[in-house]
T-cell receptor
Framework: QQQVKQSPQSLIVQKGGISIINCAYENTAFDYFPWYQQFPGKGPALLIAIRPDVSEKKEGRFTISFNKSAKQFSLHIMDSQPGDSATYFCAASIGSGNTGKLIFGQGTTLQVKP | GAGVSQSPSNKVTEKGKDVELRCDPISGHTALYWYRQRLGQGLEFLIYFQGNSAPDKSGLPSDRFSAERTGESVSTLTIQRTQQEDSAVYLC????????????FGNGTRLTVT
């Protein structure tokens, strides 16, 4: 019940295409859902985050779609670029107001081909 | 400004030895977190500090793991009697406070136990 399940494990997209990564959770106490981007040898960096009272949030080419009833959320990367090639992690906060204590998905390795 | 700094960046140790991993958070950040990332896996929460206190140590895998923070700044994660299953990247993150404040990760310490 404390897990966040992420898919696919890896993804190859052509430059200019849309990359879509999905996550699902069980615990309805989760109340904060961030996405992190990680390049090899670097720590993860926050991309975008959403709360369950919002169904969609967009920042530039990155959009989170959130489906509270289905307990699913997804990251869409529009106009994918080779520089977007990285590992992406979804995560969820267990609540209690601490948005730094996170349960992470297993990660998706994205390769954008030029 | 300077980000989260971790040292050493790489550490190779023999099974049974003790190791200390250091984290220098962003100045002024009151919250500090330790996560572990096994190869090809998502991040696992270990412990977090609010100031110098550790309200939540629930992620520490065993009593061989301990951490402290001093001066509301530097933190040290200590692993005693290291085992091969301790091999992982240990990531430190800091944030301004624990609520609705993004995590800023360091680049991690890659620990290899031989």
């Amino acid at each position: 019940q404390q897990q966040v399940k992420q898919s696919p494990q890896s993804l190859i997209v052509q430059k200019g295409g849309i990359s879509i990564i999905n996550c699902a959770y069980e615990n309805t106490a989760f109340d904060y859902f961030p996405w992190y981007q990680q390049f090899p040898g670097k720590g993860p960096a926050l991309l975008i985050a959403i709360r369950p009272d919002v169904s969609e949030k967009k920042e530039g080419r990155f959009t989170i779609s959130f489906n509270k009833s289905a307990k699913q959320f997804s990251l869409h990367i529009m106009d994918s670029q080779p520089g977007d090639s990285a590992t992406y992690f979804c995560a969820a906060s267990i609540g209690s107001g601490n948005t730094g204590k996170l349960i992470f998905g297993q990660g998706t390795t994205l390769q954008v081909k030029p | 400004g300077a980000g989260v700094s971790q040292s050493p960046s790489n550490k190779v140790t023999e099974k049974g030895k003790d190791v200390e991993l250091r984290c220098d958070p962003i100045s002024g950040h009151t919250a500090l977190y330790w996560y572990r990332q096994r190869l090809g896996q998502g991040l696992e929460f270990l412990i977090y500090f609010q100031g110098n206190s550790a309200p939540d140590k629930s992620g520490l895998p065993s009593d061989r793991f301990s951490a402290e923070r001093t001066g509301e700044s530097v933190s040290t994660l200590t692993i005693q009697r290291t085992q091969q299953e301790d091999s992982a990247v240990y990531l430190c993150a800091s944030s301004l406070w624990t609520g609705n404040s993004p995590l800023h990760f360091g680049n991690g310490t890659r620990l290899t136990v031989t």
